[in-house]
């Protein structure tokens, strides 16, 4: 079993910065992980997402959207995974969720069925 918590949501204005956190606790091997966001009357879509394979290899993938403004990574003595957000945009409003995956992957997760732990989420507002 793998627990999430995520933190570090808030209202922000446009053109500033957070940093989310998602500190993970169990005893399964986490192999990748994901920030997702889900806004109002939207499906939920990934932001970013990062695996390691091979030891300690990470790889690191991001929406179009976010590329140049998010930045995913681990800190893996605090079982923590961060999702820093700078030039925020009211666009990027939403609640964001952590999730990882116990099953050993080559590459990033895209895509939340492929993974199977979540987090409860946190509120995300940029006003304009």
């Known amino acids: 079993q793998v627990q999430l918590v995520e933190s570090g949501g808030g209202l922000v204005q446009a053109g500033g910065s957070l940093r989310l956190s998602c500190v993970t606790s169990g005893r399964a091997v986490i192999y990748a992980w994901g920030w997702f966001r889900q806004a109002p009357g939207k499906e939920r879509e990934v932001v970013a997402a990062?695996?390691?394979?091979?030891?300690?290899?990470?790889?690191?993938d991001y929406a179009d959207s976010v590329k140049g403004r998010f930045t995913i990574s681990r800190d893996n003595a605090k079982n923590t995974v961060y999702l820093q957000m700078s030039s925020l945009k009211p666009e990027d409003t939403g609640v964001y969720l952590c999730?990882?995956?116990?099953?050993?992957?080559?590459?990033?997760?895209?895509?939340?069925?492929?993974?199977?732990?979540w987090g409860q989420g946190t509120q995300v507002t940029v006003s304009s």
């Open positions: 999730a990882a995956s116990t099953t050993p992957t080559a590459r990033p997760h895209r895509w939340s069925r492929e993974y199977g732990y």
């Open positions: 990062t695996s390691w394979s091979s030891g300690i290899t990470y790889y690191a």
